[in-house]
């Protein structure tokens, strides 16, 4: 008897929906679908879907999920419980706060300086730099969410900034603004599968004087990037930082240069990173193929 072909849940968020702003999801489930499998795509948080009903369900453009993180992670145990869920929950919880940068940190990985107030706990002397630009945000956040930049002499703004923050539940990052990104950007390094599939480069996100609530654009400049191989090396590394040593099927390593010029990881992306496809059309084929692979 033949086998069926796997059923997959590619999983998004209401405001793509409405927006068609994930340029990659209708190209993924195009091209899942022609590589053998049944594909729908669904909000996380769709009411009545048996997600066991999947063989695979995929996290893609869940980018509601920093503002209501608590019932996110509920969700993705459930899901895992149910079915495959790709990043595994336990992978998704982890990834889901940027204090993971201490684990990474702590494993020897090089990565931005970074420091963490918590609801309650106020600047403090040395909390916030006081001889060079620096960044606040959040642990949980994406596309610049509650991020600005500020100089030295901001520090009142910050400091409301942080209180803003603290009243809404979340811990906040304070980070030395990384200089080179205004020269040399960000750089996005892709894995899928456990192989390195492609990257991409984009420019300075945060504008001086923007202010922190203001929505910004993710990914200015994109473009795509040959890596060097430092940045593979630390990439990889991150990679085999993560806890547990989990089999991930999508990972983005994003790095940024440090004062000496060596890459250092500014973000590990493995909840539900933008994978940049329409820029790397070859790339689509594999990540098909990968996907129905997982479902099987």
């Known amino acids: 008897m033949a086998r069926s072909s796997p059923r997959i849940a590619l999983v998004t968020c209401q405001e793509v929906l409405a927006t068609g702003y994930d340029r990659d999801l209708s190209v993924l489930a195009d091209a899942v ?30 980018w509601d999920y920093t503002w209501r993180a608590a019932e996110f992670l509920a969700w993705a145990d459930r899901c895992g419980a149910a079915t495959e869920l790709a990043n595994p929950p336990e992978v998704v919880r982890w990834n889901a706060d940027k204090r993971y940068l201490r684990d990474l940190a702590a494993a020897g990985v090089p990565v931005v300086d970074t420091r963490y107030l918590a609801p309650g706990e106020s600047a403090g002397p040395g909390d916030l730099p006081e001889d060079r630009e620096y960044v606040v945000k959040p642990t949980s956040g994406a596309g610049a969410r509650y991020a600005a930049r500020y100089l030295p002499a901001d520090r009142e703004k910050a400091v409301r900034h942080l209180e803003r923050m603290h009243a809404e539940g979340l811990t906040a990052i304070v980070q030395p603004y990384v200089r080179s990104i205004d020269t040399a950007g960000e750089r996005a390094l892709q894995f899928f599968g456990g192989r390195f599939l492609h990257a991409s480069r984009k420019g300075a996100v945060l504008e001086p004087g923007t202010p922190f609530d203001d929505k910004k654009v993710a990914h200015p400049n994109l473009r795509a990037w040959q890596p060097t191989p430092a940045e593979l090396a630390v990439a990889e590394r991150a990679l085999a930082a993560v806890p547990g040593a989990p089999e991930l099927l999508y990972a983005r390593v994003d790095l940024v240069d440090g004062e000496d010029g060596a890459p250092r990881v500014m973000e590990l992306e493995l909840v539900e990173p933008n994978l940049f496809l329409f820029l790397h059309e070859d790339s689509v084929p594999v990540v098909a193929e990968a996907v129905v692979g997982a479902a099987g």
């Open 33 to 62: 679908r022609k590589a053998g499998a049944d594909v729908v795509v669904l909000r996380w948080d769709e009411p009545g879907v048996e997600w066991g009903d999947f063989d695979l369900v995929l996290i893609r453009s869940t």
